[in-house]
């Protein structure tokens, strides 16, 4: 498989998902999207353009919107909703527990502006505990993409899977890796980027390409690490981690999440049960975020390449 | 329907209720008793769009219970419809039952909405009716709010999308009962005027009394006609209505009768035949 490593081209996952839902649109009616009150940010503003009246703009009232999604998925619509990773996640928790995913019902929830990459709005903006959120409900499926080829795939294929649906994405823009001619995108399925043979390393969204470049850094070192993207944080690709780990004996997750709960949580939850092997958990340590450029948050908090990269070789 | 029909098919609905919350040992006969005219009226006149042979079709009109712990209230009317075997209601909360404490459309046919986490039913039905706006269907949505329900905020989230945009195939029904299960609305944290709420998030609101058949066809009948906003009909009821004992006692908001009080209880909705 052909990687990108350049970092020239570079897309905000929330942009490949207002692009996806305009593909989407074009050929299926049945297509509905919901906002609140931030069509410009999460980009459902060009699906908008495209389709007037399939763009319901619910106002600032997230655990409505949830609701109203369920309603219109009860009459046949297939509804994305959409607001930022805290609103959709953390505050309208239970509309989506409940009215969605105990309710079985077919609605898509697209969460922008996830993790500490937020940036400069800080922490009350910056949703570090989604993927613990969402993955602990019944029935829901987690995605977490690493790039626009992959988001786009992702959007696709949470258009066509029947039944609930969070869809983790970011608000910084951040190199495209995949090839769109090539890359094939299933849900459930990790994606073996580079092949070794001392460690694993499992990553999830902006951190896959950056745990990419810190795996190049360790082999020229003489460190050859595995690195695995997990798009999928629910189901996991128990499989393939278990495969991975059995062969090298050692696994680093890394996502700009919490590490509890998030994907260290789910790594460890299936190690433990197949294979035991030591975990080094990189991501956020029980802590909010704060305000800075996300370039900056990312080196604080060790979450760039140069931070995993410090971070594997002084645990190794 | 004429309203001695719609009373005794009331009448079998309340003993259904009584029969189901007794067997149970527990549940919520105050609210199901205080709307059981509303939903006989409801499904024996005028939901024309229903079909207990075919509860999913898609050009049905819709009810939502969204204070979903009136489950048993649902239940018996749908069972007095023929949507289930009325012997069922028995099996009420039990461990083997697809009758669960509160409304899982995934397990009872009829039931258009899972719901029991107070305020997010209205939301649902809001978007049943948006669907049906967006798609041209002549299909009506019908929700049923619990006046202890509207302390929720989601409710008026829901209002005021719904007035925004003029949905008016929906009609939200308020069981104004007055009571909520730590006593009187109006102690607790008085939702009143509640009238002038919906008013102000551009809802049409009538007054009914829910126990009459010919204040609600009057109130429905009003709704049914009401063009460019969704309706609000304002139902003043009584909690436990039927049951003497059980009458304006916020103590039966959520409680089972014993084998004594299930008794008597039966014994007076049989006179009432």
């Not at chain 1, 495209?176 to 499992?202: A, S």
Request: charged share 25%; aromatic share 8%.
């Amino acid at each position: 498989m052909k990687i990108d490593l350049s970092g020239n081209t570079k897309i905000a996952t929330r942009d490949s998902y207002g692009n996806a839902l305009v593909e989407i649109g074009k050929e299926h009616p049945e297509l509905v999207v919901l906002d609140a009150d931030l069509a410009g940010a999460t980009k459902t503003g060009v699906f908008k353009k495209a389709f007037p009246e399939r763009h319901i703009d619910c106002g600032i009232a997230e655990a409505d919107m949830m609701g109203i999604a369920a309603g219109l998925a009860c009459c046949g619509k297939i509804p994305f909703a959409s607001t930022f990773a805290m609103f959709a996640a953390g505050r309208a928790y239970e509309q989506v527990r409940n009215s969605i995913a105990h309710s079985e019902l077919n609605v898509k929830v697209a969460a922008t502006h996830a993790g500490i990459t937020v940036g400069e709005d800080g922490a009350t903006h910056q949703c570090l505990e989604d993927i613990a959120l969402m993955r602990v409900i019944p029935g829901m499926t987690v995605l977490s993409p690493a790039d626009d080829v992959e988001a786009k795939a992702a959007i696709w294929a949470a258009f066509e899977y029947e039944g609930p649906v969070y869809i983790r994405l970011g608000r910084l823009a951040v190199p495209v890796i995949y090839d769109p001619q090539e890359y094939k995108f299933e849900i459930g399925k990790g994606v073996l980027l580079k092949e070794g043979t001392d460690l694993t390393i499992i990553a999830t969204g902006v951190e896959v390409y950056e745990s990419l470049v810190a795996a190049q850094r360790l082999e020229e070192e003489g460190i050859s690490a595995e690195v695995i993207n997990i798009h999928t944080i629910k189901p996991l690709d128990q499989e393939l981690i278990a495969a991975s780990v059995s062969k090298t004996g050692k696994a680093v997750t890394v996502e700009e999440h919490s590490l509890i709960g998030g994907l260290y949580g789910a790594v460890c939850e299936t190690l433990a049960q197949c294979c035991p092997a030591k975990v080094l958990g990189i991501g956020i340590h029980d802590c909010f975020g704060h305000s800075g450029a996300a370039k900056k948050l990312l080196q604080e908090y060790q979450l760039d390449a140069e931070g995993i990269y410090k971070q594997i070789k002084g645990w190794l | 329907m004429d309203n001695t029909n719609l009373k005794l098919i009331a009448n079998e609905i309340r003993k259904g209720i009584v029969t189901a919350v007794h067997s149970a040992g527990a549940g919520h006969p105050g609210g199901s008793l205080s709307s059981a005219d509303i939903l006989t009226f409801l499904y024996f006149e005028e939901m024309k769009r229903i079909d207990p042979k075919d509860p999913r079709n898609p050009e049905r009109d819709r009810f939502v219970l969204s204070k979903g712990h009136a489950a048993p209230v649902l239940y018996a009317t749908l069972a007095e419809k023929g949507f289930f075997p009325k012997e069922d209601l028995l099996t009420l909360r039990k461990i083997d039952s697809y009758l669960q404490g509160h409304p899982d459309m995934n397990k009872v046919p009829g039931v258009d909405m899972s719901t029991g986490s107070l305020g997010q039913g209205f939301s649902t039905a809001v978007g049943m009716a948006l669907a049906g706006k967006m798609d041209q269907k002549d299909y009506r949505v019908y929700a049923l709010l619990g006046d202890g329900e509207i302390q929720e905020g989601q409710i008026w989230e829901a209002s005021m999308f719904a007035g925004h945009r003029k949905l008016d195939n929906l009609v939200a029904i308020l069981d104004y009962n007055g009571l909520q299960i730590d006593g009187k609305t109006s102690d607790v944290c008085d939702p009143n005027p509640v009238d002038k709420k919906f008013e102000a998030f551009n809802f049409h609101v009538i007054y009914a009394d829910a126990h009459d058949f010919d204040s609600l066809r009057a109130a429905f009948e009003e709704a049914r006609k009401t063009k460019g906003m969704p309706s609000a009909i304002i139902a003043k009821s009584t909690k436990g209505k039927g049951v003497s004992f059980m009458e304006n006692n916020a103590g039966w908001h959520g409680k089972a009768p014993n084998d004594e009080e299930y008794k008597q209880a039966m014994a007076e909705l049989e006179m009432e035949k």
